[in-house]
């Protein structure tokens, strides 16, 4: 199925992507991808000052490592390029000059002296707000007050000027949002903004309006902090008389308590991140990342498409071509969505455990290049673990015994486990266990409800003693599963060594 469908995801490279941007480009590519048309990356780097060194490869690796893929864009190519705004600086101005041509916009000279006096003066009158608008423009330096001529020949001597949008007076301008129904503005709240700056760019706002027509975009599907620049989108595109594509504007992500908005230092301060992969600023500080930390990326990114969206039926874990094929705008609230921290984790503990233990092995493996063990075995290890692990570390950790012996005992156990007979009853199993030909956790397991059988005692006596003699901990899978793929002369050999150990710590406690 193709469509004429195309949205983009058009990130200013300003810093690292927050993953409420995430969010953005994922439903612009689920729902691309749902409609069978296109989905774009476009970089808008038209603010010289605010760019960030190495913001765009982050920014392109980190949707790459969440297996967004762009249809088209920088490094990818298609046929509307370039997809860089610094790219296509050239294209802008014309289209600006037409809006002068037109009557939509003008030239205007005030220099920023002479607006910050206007301020002040404004200031000094009750109004605050001062702004250039239908109003004020009429008493400023601009190509509607000043004579043809001086206009014309200001512009051949090369003084500075922008040209601003004729914001109309007291007009309501409309438009439906797919995600918020009807949106109303009057033009009264709105200031005439600058279209282009003196230095010979475009403002977003022209690039980003000239960009999404020239490139055939029919859907704009962005964060709700552009919503209050979107009626500014509506009028220009009525000055042009372009078709305006539909508009949904997200909802914002907000703090765990529901507090405000997601901001960026929040990740760190409150013990999760907010960013997809490590970014390091220029001075060395560093934001951490969900792929650093060791989420899966399809537990990351199905977590963040339930923070405002949900498929209307109990379904929580979706790959993303189920995501693809459940995903909808209209089912995208517009309420805020508050993240979660633990259904976090929850997500990712889903995805961990749904990978075989091949993989696992794999991963862990690859994280771990000095590890030295049998594959199967550190398969069958991580078959063991992967109930109890969160991330690939924990099966490392959590699971230490499997690749090296304990060298510490769970002290709780040990003081309240280890008793005055535990270590006769220990030396009698251990005695037991020496006696299995076949180390299966099923024949270690007969033999221990025999013994127990025999002694009259309940699991409490021997198995919390057994745990801590391999593996150190108080908790943990099956003791007879862990035995058996330990194998009996590692078995063997730990309660022998370890029985004298963990007595001494009894006693020295
Ligand atoms: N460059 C804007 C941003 O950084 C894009 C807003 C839009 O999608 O129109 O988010």
Sequence with gaps: MSSNVRVRFAPSPTGPLHMGGV??????YLFAKKEGGKFILRIEDTDQKRFVEGAEEYIKDALSWCGITPDEGPGIGGDYGPYKQSERKEMYRPYAEQLVENGKAYYAFDTSEELDAMREQAKKMK???WQYNAVSRTSMKNSLTLPEDEVKSRIENGDPYVIRFKMPRNEDVRFEDV???????NTNNLDDKILFKSDGMPTYHMANIVDDHTMAITHVIRGEEWLPSAPLHVLLYEAFEWEAPKFAHCPLLLRPDGNGKLSKRDGDRLGFPVFPTDWITQDGEKYSGYREQGYLPGAFINMLAFLGWNPGTPQEIFSLEEMVKAFSLERVSKAGAKFDADK???FQQQYLRAKTNEELAEMVLSKYDDLSVDKDYLAAACGLMKERA???????TEGSYFFEEPKEFDAKTVRKKWKDDTEEIINEWTNRLRSIDDFSA???EK?????????????????PAFRVLITGKGMGPS????????GKEKTLARMEKNIPLVKAQKTEA
């Design 442 to 444: 099923e024949n270690i």
């Design 23 to 28: 969010r953005t480009a994922l439903y612009n």
């Design 344 to 346: 976090t984790k929850w």
């Design 179 to 185: 995600i918020r129904g009807w949106v109303v503005v």
């Design 479 to 486: 003791m007879f599963e862990i035995a058996s793929l330990l």
């Design 447 to 463: 033999a221990f409800k025999e013994y127990l059988e025999e002694i009259g005692k309940g699991i409490g006596a021997v198995l």
């Design 390 to 396: 969160t991330f690939i570390e924990d099966i490392r």
């Design 127 to 129: 109004m605050p707000n």
